[in-house]
């Protein structure tokens, strides 16, 4: 293949490859198809005898992308928020105060607005140790996320999930049992 036919090739097939290395990484957006492309292309040209003909430089192309892309699949981190490690450590999905108390009673956010139900709630709060307390009162009730809570408090995060996990399965308890 010589350097011109490389050149043609990928000036007329730039669009398909990005809409395919695109069709691979549609669950991982930190990564832009463009630039895939553009990094695989680039180590094509600068490692690969151009002088040699290829017996189908398009499969090479397209191989070297999706080889590219698996690599970067398999070696990148997993993202992880806080919120669903919360969920994780609660044994529900989006379980949070609300939810808890809408389950014991459909009416929970008109109940709240009452002081009869402020004080049940307050009630409830006060079965939980010091710390779960703050935690739901901090996270739950003032909407603080639990990474700002751990640098105020110098308590690691994972501390202070489960300190909520354990405050929400006393919480379900106290609710369940009224």
């Not at 010589?2 to 395919?20: C, V």
């Not at 929970?108 to 002081?115: N, P, R, V, Y």
């Not at 700002?148 to 405050?167: D, G, Y």
């Amino acid at each position: 293949m010589k350097d011109p036919d490389f050149r043609t090739f990928i000036g007329n097939e730039r669009k398909k490859l990005t809409h395919y290395v695109r069709s691979l990484m549609r669950e991982t957006a930190d990564m832009d198809a463009e630039d895939v492309v553009q990094d695989v292309l680039t180590k094509i040209f600068e490692n690969v005898d151009l002088a040699v003909p290829f017996e189908n430089m398009a499969a090479y192309v397209y191989r070297s992308l999706r080889n590219r892309v698996i690599d970067y699949v398999r070696t990148r981190k997993p993202n992880l928020s806080l919120e669903a490690a919360s969920d994780e450590n609660t044994g529900e999905e989006g379980y949070g105060l609300i939810d808890l108390l809408h389950d014991s009673n459909p009416n929970a956010l008109e109940l709240l607005q009452k002081q009869e139900g402020q004080r049940e709630l307050f009630d409830a709060l006060e079965t939980l140790s010091k710390m779960e307390k703050d935690v739901i009162i901090g996270h739950e009730l003032e909407g603080t996320p639990f990474k700002e809570l751990s640098q105020i408090w110098n308590v690691p995060q994972n501390t202070l999930l489960s300190h909520k996990s354990r405050a929400m399965k006393k919480l379900k308890k106290y609710y369940l049992k009224s």
